[in-house]
């Protein structure tokens, strides 16, 4: 498998999925929901998707693809070639905003990552990595991260996980939030973990992502030593949703030991 080329491939097939996205502001927008009321959906993520899997297909069609909007294949095992895809991440930005949201892919084989994309859209910045050859921001290498001590961190967290809930213990939360130097939250998670690998935050933590919001992340995580797991320390499960921890290696194992302790639902008596 020439990795180079599936490389080229990818970029080209990124940038030209963000030129129409651009382009898709003159048009009509069509916003449904899924999940729930705030669970939102747009022609263009299912077009985006759409625009990948067609492309992949014509690459090689014994490549297998999971997306978030379903356009691709039921995927029960890591086997073999595996493109995973969020075609608009942060498609809430996308529709209130026009800005603030990522395309971001990961290719893997055999459940281990190769290629990673972050794609900034209206910035036009793409972060790529190579598994072992580094990782580049528009073409340009990027440097490993500097350590830091937790006091001196920015982290990104959804206000959604602050809020007492029972799954994560709030006290060491609201500890964590009062010592680090500040907190932010974006709204779209490849854009934290783009933020995370470039430096520009130190952390970022989430009870619930998806295989497609951080598989890109985490080929380019591993190629600037940023930390990726669980918040159980453990990888992160690619075929399922998974709680999500992200941060600068001077920093994850504090976290992780300090201020991040989840609470193990309860066992239902029979
Ligand atoms: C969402 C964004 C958001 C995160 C959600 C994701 P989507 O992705 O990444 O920041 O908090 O969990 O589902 O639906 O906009 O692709
Ligand atoms: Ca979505
Ligand atoms: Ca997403
Ligand atoms: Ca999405």
Redesign the pocket.
Known sequence: MNLQKINEFAINTILQAGRQIRESFSKELIIETKANAN???TNI?RKIEQYFVEKIKELDPSHKILG?EGMGDRIATLDGPLWII?P???????IKQGRH?MITVGFFVDGVGKLGYLYDVMRDELISAIQGEGAFLNRQPLKKLNPLTIEKAIIGI?SSWVIPNGKINHEKLVKLIKTVRGTRS???????IALVVTGKLDAYL?M???P??IAGGLVIANEVGAVATNLKGQPFNLLSQDTFLIANPSIHQVLLDQYIELIEEKQHSK
Request: charged share 30%.
């Open positions: 669970d939102l959906v993520d978030e969020d608009i991440d942060g498609t809430m930005n996308f949201f959804n974006y709204g779209s998670a490849a854009m934290e989430s619930r992502l998806a497609w919001d």
